[in-house]
């Protein structure tokens, strides 16, 4: 049962919400800042002539595809960085343990990174030939052409996939709370184990959530529609 | 090599599905300065495939291509260094059949973006440059507009002046009126006439007999590969050699 008396003492914890919303916001724009470079290496490698890469790349992508994020970030964490073994323990922000919130940012960073070097590989594929042919005649070099003429115009054309994916992103975050990264989830355990109580701090997890989302998704609209104004006629 | 030779070809070919395919089979050819050399031939006789591999847009099987005095054709340029192709590009344009304008670009921005970043002239005279041309070819009012906004004739004129910008020694057309509307394609082909008049280098595949017989100083006929008979527009259209090129002229005249 959810009541009021409930919600007003979950409330009395805000300050663990707050920095809830601090540590998520911070985890998924870092995952996505290194998930995006390591999508577009991976799909330059993909698309590129080097066999021994492509495979690789190949094989990186099918396989955290496939298997379940939860088991990726114990990886991580438990195996890779030998639990909180490894790194140097201090406090980011003053609260932020660093030695289990950087696994974190690893394991989400290379999981989206499969995803949206998908995402990017596709939008690449969508432009024509002839684009990249144009460009190179007039004597840009490869990199160029894909900067100036072919990037553009895929991000375009992928930008509502991006889009879902950083959504999906800052939702996956929630699942770090299992290694002891303190996002909105883990105030909401901590709730739990003060007040016995944990339906109240899940609405606000849920509001929280939502309003990282929404605006997302709203900004990046934004910017599609800015965006397309080569194609109005 | 004398000084009035631009491009040399020498037994060019392209060979496909390890073989089975000679899009190009053994084409030898000089390109002289001033020329204009229109290249006829039957649909899928490798027209296409020699143009392009003359800015290695199509790397060749064999053969060789000396531009300016460097075989692009080698991996390694005079100097002993890497042969940068792209060097070698800048200096020659290319015009294709369906534009290829970059469509997130205006019409100015088209235009400057190889000068801007790849000669790395200053952008306000890159400006200035692209739109003298584009007051050249009379769509200088539509510098601000996009792609989708100009009909195909304007595309193509601007794909043109686009390719100029890059002050090339030599321009490769690839069927430039083939994607265009009847009424449009005489506003093309006065552009390249006014360039063939200006001295400009050009290499044009095309089917507008008429624009090879006015403009074309060399006519080349291609057909499987090969290169089967050369001469001046008088004597292709005149008199035609080679039986094939008898039968082409038979059906496209
Ligand atoms: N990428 C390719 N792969 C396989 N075959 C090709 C390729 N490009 C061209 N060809 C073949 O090479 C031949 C010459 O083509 P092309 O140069 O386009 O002819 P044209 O321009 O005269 O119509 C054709 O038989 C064509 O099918
Ligand atoms: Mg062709």
Known sequence: ?233 | MTNDKLIQVKDLKKYYNKGKIKALDGVTVDINKGDVMVIIGPSGSGKSTFLRSLNLLEVPTSGSIIFEGVDITQKKGPDGKKLDIDLHRQKMGMVFQHFNLFPHKTILENMTLAPIRVKKVPEEEAKAKALELLNRVGLADRADAYPIQLSGGQKQRVAIVRALAMEPDVMLFDEPTSALDPEMVGEVLDVMKELAHAGMTMAVVTHEMGFAREVGNRVLFMADGKLLEEGSPEQIFGSPQNPRLQDFLSKVL
Not at chain 1, 116 to 137: F, K, P, Y
Not at chain 1, 162 to 181: D, M, P, R
Not at chain 1, 187 to 199: D, F, H, I, L, P
């Open chain 1, 1 to 233: 049962m959810l009541t009021a008396q409930g919600f007003s003492k979950a409330f009395e914890y805000w300050q663990l919400f707050l920095q809830g919303v601090a540590c998520t916001v911070s985890l998924s724009a870092l995952t996505v800042i290194f998930g995006f470079i390591l999508a577009l290496f991976l799909a330059v490698c993909r698309m590129g002539k080097m066999k021994v890469l492509k495979a690789l790349a190949t094989a990186y992508v099918e396989l955290f595809r496939a298997t379940p994020m939860v088991v990726q970030i114990f990886i991580i964490f438990y195996v890779v960085f030998d639990g909180v073994k490894v790194l140097p323990g201090f406090k980011l922000f003053g609260f932020i343990r660093f030695e289990r919130f950087f696994p974190a940012v690893v394991a989400l960073s290379l999981n989206s990174g499969a995803y949206l070097s998908e995402i990017i590989r596709s939008g690449i594929q969508s432009i024509d030939g002839g684009q990249t042919e144009a460009a190179r005649s007039l004597g840009l070099n490869a990199w160029k052409t894909m900067r100036f003429v072919v990037l553009p115009q895929a991000i375009k054309n992928i930008l509502p996939a991006i889009a879902n994916e950083f959504v999906t992103i800052i939702k996956e975050s929630a699942i770090c709370y299992t290694i002891g990264v303190q996002d909105i989830m883990s105030a909401v355990n901590a709730v739990k184990g003060a007040t016995y109580r944990m339906g109240e701090a899940l609405i606000i997890a849920t509001a929280l959530y939502f309003c990282l989302t929404y605006p997302t998704s709203k900004i990046i609209a934004h910017f599609e529609r800015k965006m397309s104004v080569g194609d109005k006629r």
